[in-house]
T-cell receptor, first 113, second 112 residues
Framework: GENVEQHPSTLSVQEGDSAVIKCTYS??????FPWYKQELGKGPQLIID?????GEKKDQRIAVTLNKTAKHFSLHITETQPEDSAVYFC????????????FGRGTSLIVHP | DSGVTQTPKHLITATGQRVTLRCSPR?????VYWYQQSLDQGLQFLIQ???????AKGNILERFSAQQFPDLHSELNLSSLELGDSALYFC???????????FGSGTQLSVL
């Protein structure tokens, strides 16, 4: 089955800095890579995703890159703000049917004002 | 608000007891997933239902069971509870694409 490794487990940055979270996956058949943000006391929320037919996707201050050859993908947050503080999860799966996303263990991002 | 409703938000019970967690998916979503989240294990997939039928099974203990009803709401039953079952239990739903999950706010289970 799929195995997803996520690093770092904790990331502390100053407001305005950039933050990068990296994930690797094992199943070369995986073709869909969502990222979730979990704020305290809430469930994870999808913030951005990427499919294997593109290498990069941006949405305002967040971007995701995918390297299919190396089987890794990354989340980039620019100009971090205190409200970006949360736990971020990456996941990998094949889209459709009964494929279940495999999640990384999460990265706790702390943005200091 | 994701549109997925989970009740109760908190549950405190004793070892050996049985509890039921309830989930109402987003309107129109046919798939329901249950996940367990603990500090050292991250998000662990338990089970998926699609339109009333079990579709996939993960690391779900034999003491745990689930079902999805005709109105598409789902229940997760946990029995013979142990201290180690204390965790946050999430329900998620999706239309079809397994990757895009919409999570509820979870049920925090504490087994004392």
């Amino acid at each position: 089955g799929e195995n997803v490794e996520q690093h770092p487990s904790t990331l502390s940055v100053q407001e305005g800095d950039s933050a990068v979270i990296k994930c690797t996956y094992s199943d070369s058949a995986s073709n869909y890579f969502p990222w979730y943000k979990q704020e305290l006391g809430k469930g994870p929320q999808l913030i951005i995703d990427i499919r294997s037919n593109v290498g990069e996707k941006k949405d305002q201050r967040i971007a995701v890159t995918l390297n299919k050859t190396a089987k890794h993908f990354s989340l980039h947050i620019t100009e971090t703000q205190p409200e970006d503080s949360a736990v971020y999860f990456c996941a990998a799966t094949r889209s459709g049917g009964s494929y279940i996303p495999t999640f990384g263990r999460g990265t706790s991002l702390i943005v200091h004002p | 608000d994701s549109g997925v409703t989970q009740t109760p938000k908190h549950l405190i019970t004793a070892t050996g007891q049985r509890v039921t967690l309830r989930c109402s998916p987003r309107s129109g979503d046919l798939s329901v997933y249950w996940y367990q989240q603990s500090l050292d294990q991250g998000l662990q997939f338990l089970i998926q239902y699609y339109n009333g039928e079990e579709r996939a099974k993960g690391n779900i203990l034999e003491r745990f069971s689930a079902q999805q009803f005709p109105d598409l709401h789902s229940e997760l039953n946990l029995s013979s509870l142990e201290l180690g079952d204390s965790a946050l239990y999430f329900c998620a739903s999706s239309v079809e694409d397994a990757g895009k999950l919409f999570f509820g706010s979870g049920t925090q289970l504490s087994v004392l």
